[in-house]
């Protein structure tokens, strides 16, 4: 047999985040997080089940990957052949349009798009809840970009087994903009599944983020029903900061930030004096992303390029979630 679908998700950033494991295996993330997925970015992944295939095989921006990238993408290949009986191997080849060192390249789109092409190409008539869920189980953060718009993914329970993310309000909800500051092109990070493992075994602020995450949720979600930027904002930083604070009390501390990426802070913090809504968020890498509103944009991306050591901005608003398409990869 060979089976062929292709399918496009984009990134999303958290507004409210997700950082650290619940105990009881499958997967769940130990706080709620809501998240904005963004257009003008994208992974577009083509999946193709074959019975001449003796391996799964994976192919990234044209390059064939092997080591850990590939064992994560066969771990949600088995998913896909287990619930459809389907037996062959897979030939998986993904690509992004926008630089892998812009700070969005995390594993979100990518395992989103998977989950969407291989359900497909498998033949299994998943919904959007099933989809999610199937993508959440290899990683936590591609849950959210199943849905367009602003979506949430609870904290995981003990007993669950299945957990997607839902919407919370379509893209059109509020015209945002998420301005990325870039402060480097270079190495890689520690990634982000090893520094919030580290940070939950190592960390004596870990229980304290997990036991103040869900109000800082509550209020980014309040906030963003009522497009009150005087509720969201201030939520939307001390998430981030308070996961960074959780991570840099790790032993040894786990640090994301350069000297750029402080200066960036200041800069966010001046534009605000200044009297324009803007409130940073920062994930697990170097880059500054402000949230600021849509007509805004262009401004506190200037503003952000003037920072030394910001090498440029990218600004990205609410897109779509992700979706089979007709061809492409
Ligand atoms: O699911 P991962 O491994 O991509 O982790 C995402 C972690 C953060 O980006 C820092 C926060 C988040 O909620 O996206």
Known sequence: MISTKVAVAHPNIALAKYWGKRAYGHNLPAVPSLSVTLAGMATTTKVTFDDDLAADELVLNGSPASGEPLTRVTNLLDRVRLRSGVRAKARVESSNDFPTASGLASSASAFAALAV????????DLDV???????????VSAARSLFGGFCELRAGREGDETLAAAEVAPKTHWDLAVVVAVTREGPKDVGSSEGMKHTSLTSPYFPAWV????????????????????VLGPAV?????????AAL???????????????AVLEVRRIRASGLDAYLTIDAGPHVKVVTRGELATEVAKRME?????????????GDGARVVESGA
């Open 249 to 263: 009390a790790a032993a040894p501390a786990t640090i994301y930030f350069t000297g750029a990426t402080l200066e």
């Open 117 to 124: 092409a291989a359900s497909a190409a498998a033949g299994l």
């Open 237 to 245: 930083e001390q998430s981030a900061l308070a996961m960074h604070a």
């Open 306 to 318: 003037q920072v030394p050591g910001v090498l440029r901005t990218i600004i990205a608003r609410p």
């Open 211 to 230: 036991e103040s995450a869900p109000a800082m949720f509550e209020t980014v979600k309040r906030g963003l029903l009522a497009r009150d930027f005087s």
């Open 129 to 139: 809840a099933e989809r999610s869920d199937l993508a959440r189980k290899t990683s």
